[in-house]
Each structure stands twice: as C-alpha cells, then as structure tokens.
C-alpha cells in the first residue's frame, strides 16, 4: 500500500474535529492556505495525517471542478537549490513558505539552468548545468541528467528531495512540460553553457518522455534539428518547442555568438510525428530573439493563451497567423538593468522585480528585499499592483532564478 494511501485510510479512524463528521472537517482543513500547514500539523496526529496526505489536494481538485478557479502558488528557485532554499508563495495571501534543500555533493559547487515543473501535487526538479571540481575545465559546466522529485504534502525544511530514474541524455537550457493527461513529462533539445560563455556550449536534438507510473524514460523521435535555449509547453495534444539557438557564428573570427532561431516546432504525442512551424516575427523585424514565455490556461477545451515579455512589452501568440501581436506595456518599467520574472498564476499574468528601499534604515528588516509585482489581467485587460517583503534570506536575480507554478 502506498504511503498516500495509507496515511488517507488513517484519517477516516482518526477525529479530525470534534462533533463535525470527518468529510466536513476533511473540507474545512483543506481550505486553509498551504503555507500554514506545517505550523497546524503539531495540533494533533489526525491534523498531521491530514495534512500530510494528498487528501487536501484531491479535495481542491473537487473545489475547482464544481466551483471557481482556486489559487495558484509560485516556486521560486533563487539559485542553486541544493545552496539556497526553494520557496512557495502565495500571491493572494502574500506568504513564503520554505522549501528543503536539494540533496548536495561534495564535488559539485553549482547548478544552473535547470528547470522545475509541477504534476499533481508533486515538484521535480530536472537537468541542468553543473559545476563539477572533478571536470576539466573546472569553470565550465557539463549537463546534468538528474532527476529529483518532492512530494509537497509531506514536505518540511527537514525533509528530504527522492532521486528519480536519470535522463537519458543529461541536458541544460531545455524545453520542458507535464502532461497531466497521460501523467508524463517530456523534455526536448538543450545542452550545457558557460554564464559568461554562452555561445561555447553544446547543443543537443533529442527527445524524452518520463513516465511517472512505470518511474522511466523513453526515447522519443529528436527534433528536427539541435536546439537549446528552447522554451516547452503544450497546447491541446501537442509538445510545442519554440525559440531557443542552434549554431553559433563567429565575430571577427574570435567571438562565437549563438544564432537564434525564429520559428517553433510541435510534436504530436499521439503520432510521435513533429510539424514544423514557420517564423513567427513579421518583415522588418531582424533576428530578435524570444523573450520569456507563459501560458495562461482557459476554458477545458479552448486552446490556451500564449504570451511573452520581451523588455516592458507584453506579447501574444496569434497561431493562426504565426505572428506575435503586441498586448500592453508595463505600467512601471524596471529601474535599471534589474531583470523581471514573468509567469502565469491563477488566469494572471505576474510581472515582478526585487527591489531594495530604506538601506540607511536602522532597523536590520528594513534592509530586506521588496517584490514589487504588476498583475495583468488578459480577460479584462486590467493592471494591478501587488508588494511584499521577499523571506530575510532570499535575494532573487530573475535573470538567473527558475520559476515554477503550482496547482494544488
């Protein structure tokens, strides 16, 4: 019997309130915000199987199928988790809740360009660049094929990440979805590069899916041609692999620079085929180069909105016409070169940069770091505003930070 199982069946004989009957008190206890749940296991044993069970989560799915959209939480990766902590927020309560640490190995000393997905009620981490004082040359990252999952249920800062089977071709700078319908994750193209050196990385054409019930990969038909740098996400019953670079050309015959790619492909996860997708910039344009891409998911049934944020300009995806349409601008630029994080929560689409008031306060908490968030709603075509002090420890680069949502 499976620990779920297990710990659900335990529940049913255990008094979660007394004098409420127990599927009441199930839907009173899942209603509170993820980020309490490790302060209210220490209440009592039934809270603590409870809530360390995915009994909460199937309750959600309940609530979102007969009642409106619930919220969705952020995982944010500052740096390299197995150095930095991971964090969940809440952007509707504005709460941070922490993470435990990536398992850590005496010989790495760091990890970049991963990327993190969520399925169901489970958080994995996959791939990346790593930093190994066991390589040669020891400032240039090689891929990583690992593969670490957490179940967020029974999560603590003392927990600990499970090791899944490795990819079959380790990889950095990927395209990346979960598939819920055939509760799978596939993985697309990438390769390994240097922070500084970009161009000097390696470029990889090959395809993945994990199946998460038979806890293996298998090899699938590569791409039409190598690509990394690449963004991943699905629409309908498609892999779409869009942007990213392939060959590099040289400058002055010294400086390699990556050429970017202009166009998408998509694979059909029926027929295992992929079509080609032309360029996507209309004439005039040059080579401009993808910027960050989110999805904002629809109606069941409806093809999802696609939107990119290049700069302090918001993008939509027009597929039939294979062009991107300019949406809005920023409300607020981003002073300086302080990069911005863009993702889709809840229907919304996220737009946030840390940014450090009152350093002459006397006061240590003055000197945290405040996530200034501009909120778009692409239904009503409406800006707001959102702040919040980031955790005392967290400082966050989104030009380097890997971002996940999570639909609890």
């Not at 499976?2 to 206890?29: F, V, W």
């Not at 309940?62 to 952007?91: A, K, N, Q, V, W």
């Not at 740098?229 to 015959?253: H, I, K, N, P, T």
């Not at 809005?328 to 994080?341: W, Y």
């Amino acid at each position: 019997m499976s620990s779920s199982s297990s710990s659900s069946s335990a529940t049913e004989t255990l008094t979660l309130i007394p004098g409420l009957p127990n599927d009441i008190s199930s839907l009173i206890l899942s209603l509170i915000p993820f980020s309490h749940h490790a302060r209210l296991k220490s209440t009592s044993k039934s809270w603590q199987s409870f809530l360390s069970s995915h009994q909460p989560f199937l309750v959600h799915r309940s609530i979102r199928t007969h009642g409106p959209h619930h919220p969705t939480l952020l995982c944010i990766f500052p740096e390299d988790p197995s150095i930095t902590p991971p964090y969940l927020f809440d952007p509707s309560r504005l709460t941070w809740t922490p993470l435990p640490l990536l398992p850590c190995s005496p010989h790495r000393y760091g990890l970049c360009n991963f990327l993190s997905v969520s399925l169901g009620p489970h958080l994995y981490v996959l791939g990346g660049s790593l930093f190994d004082a066991r390589s040669f040359p020891i400032d240039r990252p090689r891929p990583s094929s690992s593969v670490y999952r957490l179940d967020l249920p029974s999560s603590s800062p003392f927990s600990s990440w499970a090791r899944l089977p490795s990819m079959l071709s380790p990889r950095g700078s990927f395209a990346c979805a979960a598939d819920p319908t055939s509760n799978s994750i596939v993985v697309a193209g990438g390769g390994s590069r240097h922070t500084l050196f970009r161009a000097a990385g390696t470029r990889l054409r090959s395809v993945e899916r994990y199946d998460i019930e038979k806890d293996e990969w298998i090899q699938e038909e590569g791409l039409p041609m190598n690509r990394a740098g690449c963004v991943g996400f699905l629409v309908g019953e498609e892999f779409w692999v869009m942007g990213g670079y392939g060959a590099c050309r040289m400058v002055s015959g010294v400086f390699p620079v990556d050429e970017h790619y202009r166009d998408a492909v998509a694979l059909n996860l029926k027929t295992g085929k992929w079509r080609e997708i032309g360029d996507m910039w209309v004439d005039g344009e040059g080579s401009r180069r993808l910027g960050t891409v989110v999805l904002v998911d629809r109606v069941v049934g409806e093809m999802p909105w696609i939107f990119m944020l290049d700069g302090s300009t918001i993008f939509k995806y027009d597929i039939t016409t294979n062009r991107w349409w300019k949406e809005t601008n920023l409300p607020r630029k981003a002073p300086g070169d302080i990069s911005c994080g863009f993702v889709a929560l809840g229907g919304e689409l996220y737009v946030m940069f840390a940014l450090r008031f009152d350093m002459k306060a006397r006061r240590p908490q003055a000197e945290r770091m405040t996530l200034f968030i501009q909120v778009y709603n692409p239904k009503k075509k409406t800006w707001r505003c959102l702040t919040t002090k980031l955790p005392l420890s967290l400082c966050v680069d989104f030009h380097t930070a890997i971002m996940c949502s999570i639909q609890l």
